[in-house]
């Protein structure tokens, strides 16, 4: 089990690139920020450049496949989709976030 | 799998940051159009963009971290600046890497050799408990060890020694191999069945002898070495069961033994059982014997046990020496490795020490350096390096300097090992597999850590007190303390030096005494070789005459040869001496008395003319007195000393025999003459063993005569002798192509032989004294650079105040001088006493020689003064505006 699971943070960052590229299909890093403001209504504004690293990452940990093509506007990009290994680290995801969202909802609930 | 896949990443680090600047670039160009379509101008949408995505830089450089190994790419741009900055000084490099490869270097060679030949000398099973039985006669003469057991001897050790759990006996024969290829004489060793359980061996092929097999009438069998079943029979696994012929009877081959079993010698090709029963149990002395002890027996216990059954048979049966025999049993480790191992341990303690001595000189030549360097280092912890990065900066030099040091070391030790192998004693276990081997490997890795972190931490103990060095600001106040360390690590040096330089110095004379001892006899341009003679085809003692009489004749023919003679043994030969009580006619015993034990030996006519053996009175024995079968005897002059003392015994009669036979004229040997002493066993022997010639008769002559279906023969050349081997060969081949030649040698191959392990003790103390010399030459170098890099400023002064470059000079010298001088006279008080340690190995040379004091010690003073000159010089060369600028 890789370790960075405790990392709240970038677990989050994960869940929501993979949720995201599963929805989507292959998207390349400018189009999943855009994606990612989208779908938190503008309320989860990260920086850009920081989507990287974990895009490395997650390929290096064979979750993602990157490949190169070109954009709309003709640019060379790499497009990322989520491999088989990446959905179940998906399903992995978010059945933790599910359980931790619940225990501290109720939590604050009961508090 | 991704740990391995990031250091992978390493190499293609290039590759991936280029892919990542396109992403990065593409996604900044995209941010840009959106906001420019957003109305914002070029400048203000370029800003945005970086606003918005952060540092591009930064995203790059965390993206590689997330997946290249980047601490293996620190590690090596460490060690990559750390090469640079030892480069930067290649003075400092060279004498460093050269001072550790040298002491890593003999430290491995010395240690492989301990490890083979005395941790590890034989490899049978808990092979402590297994003794080598050394009996011997002191009060007649008969060395320990030497063929001293009867069969008698044995059943009384097996069945009434408690302290023996089993005993063996064995004999080392040698026979002709025929069937299958050319006619060969091997060695072979007639052993008791119990050999395999004494020394806990098996074949690795077929199976060892049943003890039905070692009862006269018994079936004929034989187990071969793995080295004669390679070679002769192509490591042939269908071999078990079929026969081979050994001196003309066929034996079935049941086993093969290992490569490494070569007991009781390596040169031992097949083992045969010795056929006995304890009602044939006899009286000659001619077995040697190991045994294994009972749990918890020690050795000497097991003498004092022998001792007191000796007294026990010689009431069973006397008048066969048993009161005179003293069991010496010693561990067949003992025995073996015996009087080298003392030697081995005292080089590997030295070399051990020269390790340590290298270490504290490349830590002084460090710490030079680094306080050289304090500022930088001062620098660097003033802009945040940490103390880890410091310990790194450190680190990496002193592992670098030692794994060069350990690479060249271990390419010098294989050197040293060839030569120590080439030097080696042939009696000395398992030399011959001394290689560096995965164990010597990893005891050589082991240092090169070791010295690593021994040198490399030094400076950074000194580095702690920055504060102080701040204070300081890096002037030239050095404390004397410091000097009086380095001072003792120099003198230190130069002692230790000496002691190895005394030592093998000693060694040295040592050899060159013991080969400047006349063998009395001529060794030069003379081949030697055996010749045995198989019972099958030669039944008896006329037909055995015969035949020497033919090989002898055949070989005169052969050109380039101008003298040929034959004898049962040659000096400095083992395994073919046989001896016997030796009685002479009219001179009575008195009771309690015994005959001495003298080595018998035949000979072909004109033995002592080829050997250039020096009569000393009477005549020697002739070509005719062989023909004639006259008995007669030569006695040597140690015989004559001992037995005839102030008698001219030319005309005396002799004879042999286990006790007193009636008197009468049969069998009586007729002394004709005299003959200088011969070395038997070794050169230098204390006392002159006693050796009686006689002629080869054709006939049972005289009692106990000496076997003669083996002998060795002596072709004295007027060209190489080693040339003449193929003639010979075929010589012999004219009287019997089933004749094979054994233990092809030069006489004087056979006088080299026997000074071999003082040889090897020479060279092992000669490379400790060597890396000793060399490693106290750069230290005492490299102190004496130092105090005089330290006293620049005010040698600058002396020299501004008109001081004389030569008196500057002087200064310094004598400044050594005293350091060396006081090393020296450690270095001499500690040879004496180490001189204790290896007087037992020494020959004909006090431990206090004072030749070799000398001839060192000025050596060394020589040495150390050059050593000290040269900073000096420099000192003295310094210009005073230089010296006092640097300031």
């Known amino acids: 089990?890789?370790?960075?699971?405790?990392?709240?943070?970038?677990?989050?960052?994960?869940?929501?690139?993979?949720?995201?590229?599963?929805?989507?299909?292959?998207?390349?890093?400018?189009?999943?920020?855009?994606?990612?403001?989208?779908?938190?209504?503008?309320?989860?504004?990260?920086?850009?450049?920081?989507?990287?690293?974990?895009?490395?990452?997650?390929?290096?940990?064979?979750?993602?496949?990157?490949?190169?093509?070109?954009?709309?506007?003709?640019?060379?990009?790499?497009?990322?989709?989520?491999?088989?290994?990446g959905r179940k680290q998906l399903e992995e995801e978010e059945r933790r976030w599910v359980t931790l969202t619940d225990a501290v909802n109720r939590a604050l609930r009961f508090a | 799998m991704s740990p391995i896949r990031r250091i992978w990443n390493v190499l293609r680090r290039r590759r991936l940051d280029e892919e990542l600047r396109q992403e990065v670039d593409t996604h900044l160009a995209l941010i840009e159009e959106e906001e420019r379509l957003n109305g914002l101008s070029v400048e203000?949408?370029?800003?945005?963009?970086?606003?918005?995505?952060?540092?591009?830089?930064?995203?790059?450089?965390?993206?590689l971290e997330a997946i290249v190994a980047t601490w293996l790419e620190n590690l090596c741009k460490d060690f990559m600046f750390a090469a640079r900055r030892l480069m930067r000084s290649p003075a400092f490099t060279v004498a460093a890497v050269l001072t550790l490869a040298l002491a890593i270097g003999a430290n491995a060679a010395i240690f492989a050799v301990v490890h083979r030949v005395i941790l590890n000398p034989l490899p049978f099973a808990d092979s402590a408990r297994v003794i080598s039985l050394e009996d011997g006669m002191p009060s007649r003469n008969v060395p320990f060890g030497f063929n001293s057991l009867t069969t008698q001897l044995y059943y009384a050790y097996l069945e009434r020694a408690?302290?023996?759990?089993?005993?063996?006996?064995?004999?080392?024969?040698?026979?002709?191999?025929?069937?299958?290829?050319?006619?060969?004489?091997?060695q072979t060793a007639r052993v008791t069945p119990s050999l395999a359980s004494v020394l806990r061996v098996a074949p690795m092929i077929g199976r060892w002898f049943t003890e039905a097999e070692g009862v006269p009438g018994g079936p004929q069998v034989a187990v071969l070495s793995y080295g004669l079943w390679t070679r002769r029979y192509g490591a042939d696994p269908n071999i078990l069961g079929r026969t081979v012929a050994l001196d003309g009877v066929s034996a079935a081959v049941v086993g093969i033994m290992p490569a490494w079993f070569t007991f009781p010698n390596v040169t031992v090709d097949a083992w045969t059982p010795l056929s006995l029963t304890r009602a044939s149990a006899a009286e000659n002395y001619s077995f040697t014997g190991v045994a294994r002890l009972r749990q918890g027996a020690t050795a000497s216990g097991a003498g004092a046990e022998l001792n007191r059954l000796h007294a026990d048979l010689e009431r069973e049966y006397p008048g066969n020496g048993y009161s005179q025999l003293v069991a010496a049993p010693a561990t067949?480790?003992?025995?073996?490795?015996?009087?080298?191992?003392?030697?081995?341990?005292?080089?590997?303690?030295?070399?051990?020490?020269?390790?340590?001595?290298?270490?504290?000189?490349?830590?002084?030549?460090?710490?030079?350096?680094?306080?050289?360097?304090?500022?930088?280092?001062?620098?660097?912890?003033?802009?945040?390096?940490?103390?880890?990065?410091?310990?790194?900066?450190?680190?990496?030099?002193?592992?670098?300097?030692?794994?060069?040091?350990?690479?060249?070391?271990?390419?010098?030790?294989?050197?040293?090992?060839?030569?120590?192998?080439?030097?080696?004693?042939?009696?000395?276990?398992?030399?011959?597999?001394?290689?560096?081997?995965?164990?010597?490997?990893?005891?050589?890795?082991?240092?090169?850590?070791?010295?690593?972190v021994a040198f490399g931490g030094l400076p950074l103990l000194r580095s702690t007190p920055i504060a102080a060095a701040l204070r300081d600001g890096g002037r030239g106040g050095t404390p004397g303390s410091r000097h009086r360390i380095r001072q003792l690590l120099m003198g230190g040096q130069v002692a230790l030096a000496l002691v190895l330089l005394i030592a093998s110095g000693l060694m040295l004379r040592s050899f060159q005494e013991l080969r400047a001892v006349n063998p009395n006899f001529d060794a030069s341009s003379a081949l030697t070789f055996r010749i045995g003679l198989p019972a099958a085809d030669y039944p008896d003692r006329g037909r055995i005459a015969a035949a020497h009489g033919a090989i002898i004749d055949e070989l005169s023919r052969v050109p380039g040869a101008t003298a040929v003679s034959a004898a049962t043994c040659l000096p400095l030969v083992e395994g073919c001496n046989q001896g016997g009580a030796l009685f002479v006619d009219g001179q009575a015993m008195q009771p309690g008395q015994q005959p001495p034990i003298v080595l018998r030996r035949a000979v072909a006519g004109g033995f002592f003319e080829t050997m250039g053996m020096r009569m000393v009175r009477g005549r020697s024995i002739t070509r005719g007195d062989v023909e004639r079968n006259?008995?007669?005897?030569?006695?040597?002059?140690?015989?004559?000393?001992?037995?005839?003392?102030?008698?001219?015994?030319?005309?005396?009669?002799?004879?042999?025999?286990?006790?007193?036979?009636p008197s009468g004229d049969a069998g009586w040997l007729t002394i004709a003459g005299v003959v200088a002493d011969t070395p038997v066993l070794a050169l230098g022997e204390t006392?002159?063993?006693?050796?009686?010639?006689?002629?080869?008769?054709?006939?049972?002559?005289?009692?106990?005569?000496?076997?003669?279906?083996?002998?060795?023969?002596?072709?004295?050349?007027?060209?190489?002798?080693?040339?003449?081997?193929?003639?010979?060969?075929?010589?012999?081949?004219?009287?019997?192509?089933?004749?094979?030649?054994?233990?092809?040698?030069?006489?004087?191959?056979?006088?080299?032989?026997?000074?071999?392990?003082?040889?090897?003790?020479m060279v092992l103390l000669a490379i400790a004294a060597v890396v000793a010399l060399t490693l106290?030459?750069?230290?005492?170098?490299?102190?004496?650079?130092?105090?005089?890099?330290?006293?620049?400023?005010?040698?600058?002064?002396?020299?501004?105040?008109?001081?004389?470059?030569?008196?500057?000079a002087g200064m310094i010298v004598r400044q050594g001088g005293r350091v060396a001088l006081a090393g020296i006279a450690i270095g001499f008080i500690a040879a004496i006493a180490a001189g204790r340690l290896i007087e037992s190995l020494l020959y004909g040379v006090s431990s206090r020689d004072p030749g070799v004091f000398g001839f060192t010690t000025l050596l060394l003073l020589a040495v150390a003064i050059i050593a000290c000159w040269i900073p000096a010089r420099r000192a003295a060369r310094l210009s005073p505006l230089e010296a006092l600028r640097t300031e």
């Open chain 1, 1 to 85: 089990m890789p370790k960075h699971t405790n990392d709240r943070l970038q677990g989050t960052l994960d869940l929501l690139i993979l949720k995201i590229l599963d929805r989507s299909g292959p998207l390349h890093g400018y189009g999943l920020a855009q994606r990612i403001h989208q779908a938190t209504a503008d309320s989860l504004r990260i920086e850009e450049g920081s989507l990287y690293p974990a895009l490395q990452r997650m390929t290096h940990e064979k979750w993602l496949k990157g490949q190169w093509g070109t954009t709309d506007t003709g640019r060379k990009a790499r497009f990322y989709t989520v491999t088989a290994a």
């Open chain 2, 44 to 63: 203000q949408a370029r800003r945005r963009a970086l606003a918005r995505f952060g540092s591009p830089m930064a995203s790059r450089e965390r993206s």
């Open chain 2, 162 to 186: 408690h302290s023996l759990e089993s005993v063996a006996l064995y004999r080392i024969e040698d026979r002709a191999l025929t069937g299958q290829g050319d006619p060969e004489r091997v």
């Open chain 2, 332 to 452: 067949l480790i003992e025995a073996t490795t015996g009087r080298v191992s003392g030697a081995l341990w005292i080089v590997l303690a030295s070399v051990g020490l020269v390790l340590l001595v290298a270490c504290a000189n490349v830590a002084n030549l460090f710490l030079v350096r680094s306080e050289i360097r304090q500022r930088e280092v001062m620098l660097r912890t003033a802009l945040g390096a940490d103390r880890s990065a410091i310990a790194r900066y450190f680190l990496c030099e002193s592992v670098l300097l030692s794994m060069t040091g350990g690479i060249l070391g271990f390419g010098l030790a294989w050197g040293a090992i060839q030569l120590l192998v080439a030097f080696g004693p042939s009696n000395l276990p398992r030399l011959t597999e001394v290689r560096l081997d995965g164990v010597a490997l990893l005891f050589t890795l082991g240092l090169v850590m070791l010295t690593a």
């Open chain 2, 630 to 661: 006259e008995p007669i005897a030569v006695i040597t002059e140690g015989l004559a000393r001992v037995t005839f003392a102030g008698i001219d015994p030319i005309g005396r009669r002799v004879r042999f025999g286990n006790r007193a036979l």
């Open chain 2, 687 to 761: 006392r002159a063993l006693p050796q009686l010639y006689m002629p080869i008769f054709a006939f049972r002559q005289v009692p106990l005569p000496p076997r003669t279906d083996a002998m060795t023969f002596v072709v004295k050349t007027a060209v190489p002798p080693a040339g003449v081997t193929a003639a010979a060969r075929a010589a012999v081949a004219r009287v019997d192509p089933k004749l094979a030649l054994a233990q092809i040698r030069t006489l004087q191959e056979l006088l080299d032989r026997s000074s071999s392990q003082m040889a090897f003790t």
């Open chain 2, 776 to 808: 106290g030459l750069i230290g005492t170098y490299g102190v004496m650079s130092y105090i005089v890099s330290q006293r620049r400023a005010e040698i600058g002064v002396r020299l501004a105040l008109g001081a004389a470059p030569g008196s500057v």
